[in-house]
């Protein structure tokens, strides 16, 4: 089965450090680029931060970029994301998503996605 | 940065009723980089549409996309009682990969 499974959130105090972790199986992991996408409570979609195929190349939403970092072990078939100086405005679930291949070509439309992990940054 | 707009925000419908939702982009779209998903509240987001029209794995035919430019669409041909859901667009192209604020439909 084709999963997404992502783990690592919690309760965090501001100022704070978490690291979510997200594990796929089922599915060639070198050959897709991966994405943190987050929802606020009652909220809608947020694109966070990407990953292409090898690590070699990563990009950030402008509220993120210089406090995430975004990573991944092709051996482990894991995609990461650092989160330090952590915000109350950063408390959302964070969901990995991997990017489509369509035709062999990358696209940013996500066909399978984990099922999510809360982040909570609070005194 | 390309901002999508939604409408309307929600729709009270019945189970099989058409529905038609939506999404204007701030600039000009090229069709291949606009996706839709379906929300359960509680669960992920699920890929129903991508390059405008194209829809994905395992997604019934009663659902549809059409547009160009700046004007998109979903279509319900005929909505099943688990198509009661928030729905949005997504421009896929760049970064910042935006969504749209969502449509929610709800059951009348």
């Known amino acids: 089965e084709v999963q997404l499974v992502e783990s690592g959130g919690g309760l965090v105090q501001p100022g704070g450090s978490l690291r979510l972790s997200c594990e796929a199986s089922?599915?060639?992991?070198?050959?897709?680029?991966m994405y943190w996408v987050r929802q606020a409570p009652g909220k809608g979609l947020v694109w966070v931060s990407r990953?292409?195929?090898?690590?070699?190349?990563?990009i950030y939403a402008d509220s993120v970029r210089g406090r995430f970092t975004i990573s991944r072990d092709n051996a482990k078939n894991t995609v990461y994301l650092q989160m330090n100086s952590l915000r109350a405005e950063d408390t959302a679930v964070y969901y990995c998503?991997?990017?489509?291949?369509?035709?062999?070509?990358?696209?940013?439309?996500?066909?399978?996605w984990g099922q999510g992990t809360m982040v909570t940054v609070s005194s | 940065e390309i901002v999508l707009t939604q409408s309307p925000g929600t729709l009270s419908l019945s189970p099989g009723e058409r529905v038609t939702l939506s999404c204007r982009a701030s600039?000009?779209?090229?069709?291949?980089?606009l996706a839709w998903y379906q929300q359960i509240p509680g669960r992920a987001p699920r890929l129903l549409i991508y390059?405008?029209?194209s829809r994905a794995t395992g997604v019934p035919d009663r659902f549809s996309g059409s547009g160009s430019g700046t004007d998109f669409t979903l279509t319900i041909s005929r909505l099943e009682p688990e198509d009661f859901a928030v729905y949005y667009c997504?421009?896929?192209?760049?970064?910042?990969?935006?969504f749209g604020p969502g449509t929610k439909v709800e059951i009348k």
């Open positions: 998503a991997r990017a489509s291949l369509v035709g062999g070509v990358t696209l940013a439309a996500f066909d399978i």
């Open positions: 089922g599915f060639t992991f070198s050959s897709h680029w």
């Open positions: 990953v292409n195929s090898d690590g070699s190349g990563t």
């Open positions: 600039q000009s779209v090229i069709s291949t980089y």
């Open positions: 390059g405008t029209s």
């Open positions: 997504q421009f896929c192209g760049t970064s910042p990969f935006t």
